[in-house]
């Protein structure tokens, strides 16, 4: 089975901290996703990668940039955290024969 | 451009009865479908999807699902729901690149 991992479950953070998500895959999917998603809005795309080093803008890139040093992990770096960006964080990883994405169980940041 | 609809926010529903969620797409290529669930406080998981072949596909837990071109739909169906089906339901739509483009979810309640 696939396994999506993210470092925290829930985070609280204070308004102008850095702020890192870690997302770990262990199926060697070249593809890797993070999402954030908000109560009638669905689910939008932050950045997503296409292998290590490579990086491309999603849909809402402000305020986000990310880190792809091992195929098996993607960071999402919240440069100076703000309240707008109080928020569930969705990771994923494609599988290239499917086109499936596999999720984490997700982190519920909350900026104070 | 791509992009998915979802009609419903909501549906409410007695155990046993069937239930569907609709779910239209805008694409002018070929594309790749998919179903996601989410339940409580989870990351999602994948219900079923369609890239090819039969138009009706078969997912978990009794899902099925029927994808029409001509109406550019990807219904989600269940002739009897339970308690445990309470969760949020995304419809995916991707153009066979490395995006995913989601709805903004159903929430379907399943009451006793």
């Known amino acids: 089975d696939v396994k999506v991992t993210q470092s925290s479950r829930y985070l609280v953070k204070r308004t102008g901290e850095k702020v890192f998500l870690e997302c770990v895959q262990d199926?060697?999917?070249?593809?890797m996703f993070w999402y954030r998603q908000d109560p009638g809005l669905g689910l939008r795309l932050i950045y997503f990668?296409?292998?290590?080093?490579?990086?491309e803008k999603g849909d809402i890139p402000e305020g986000y940039s990310v880190s792809r040093e091992k195929k098996e992990r993607f960071s999402l770096i919240l440069e100076s955290a703000s309240t707008n960006q109080t928020s569930m964080y969705l990771c994923a990883s494609r599988s290239p024969a499917t086109y499936e994405q596999y999720f984490g169980p997700g982190t519920r940041l909350t900026v104070t | 451009a791509q992009s998915v609809t979802q009609l419903d926010s909501q549906v409410p529903v007695f155990e046993e009865a069937p239930v569907e969620l609709r779910c239209n797409y805008s694409?002018?290529?070929?594309?790749?479908l998919f179903w996601y669930v989410q339940y409580p406080n989870q990351g999602l998981q994948l219900l079923l999807k369609y890239l090819s072949g039969s138009t009706l596909v078969k997912g978990i837990n009794g899902f099925e699902a029927e994808f029409n071109k001509s109406q550019t739909s990807f219904h989600l169906r269940k002739p009897s729901v339970h308690i445990s089906d309470t969760a949020e339901y995304f419809c995916a739509v991707t153009e066979v690149t490395d995006k995913l483009i989601f709805g903004t979810g159903t929430r379907l309640q399943v009451f006793p």
């Open positions: 694409s002018s290529v070929s594309v790749y």
């Open positions: 990668s296409y292998d290590v080093k490579m990086k």
């Open positions: 199926m060697d999917h070249e593809n």
